[in-house]
């Protein structure tokens, strides 16, 4: 909370309290960020309570204790221990598996064998590193023609979170576990096949890809 943005922030979800709705806010280590630092925990009511936003005041929107309190619901990254934990994430993958859309993907590209294993230890099942390393192993497989997501292509795909608004010391990058064997460069641009087309495929009548 050592940032004039993070102030506003604090300010801004108080002044969101004071008005007559119920809003969801989702955000990431709320607990370590610092932003309930000027609250407390009521232990009747398992709520959080923050005091009154001063901006709040300023526009006529005083809120009441009841309005100023909220829940703190924790959304963990998967776990993958018990039966349930691992059906969990199985599932996610199976949904995530089902919106890809690369030509040579078999049935259970993310669920088969040990692909669930093996992104679970390359993203210690943290949601957000799940689907970066998805994405741009998408990329990679439409560029270079591979066209389906395996260890082999996965393994070359480094996960980066380099971002100059990103603070480290605020928890805003997580810890990113490492691929399962050295990074190997990829092919230059001029040794990869001709561009795919992303937007439609459609082999046409005679077998020609199409758009």
Known sequence: ???????????????????????????????????LRQGRFDE??????LPPSQHARVHGLEATQTERRFDLVE??????????????FHDHLAGLQ?????LKAPPDMLTGAGMPEYLMRRTDGVVGLLERLIEDGCQEAMDSGHETLDETLLDDVVLSLDDPDRDAQAGEV?????????????????????GRNTVFDDQGPYGQAGG
């Open 1 to 35: 909370m050592h940032r004039a943005d993070d102030q506003d922030t604090l300010d801004l979800v108080r002044a969101f309290m004071s008005m007559n709705v119920t809003l969801i806010l989702v955000g990431v280590d709320i607990l370590g960020s610092g932003l």
């Open 44 to 49: 009747g009511t398992r709520q959080w309570v």
């Open 75 to 88: 959304l963990d990254r998967f776990r993958y221990t018990t039966p349930a934990q691992i059906a969990a």
């Open 98 to 102: 089902a919106n890809l859309r690369l």
């Open 174 to 194: 997580p810890a990113i576990p490492g691929s399962s064997r050295p990074h190997t460069a990829r092919p230059a641009a001029n040794d990869r096949r001709r």
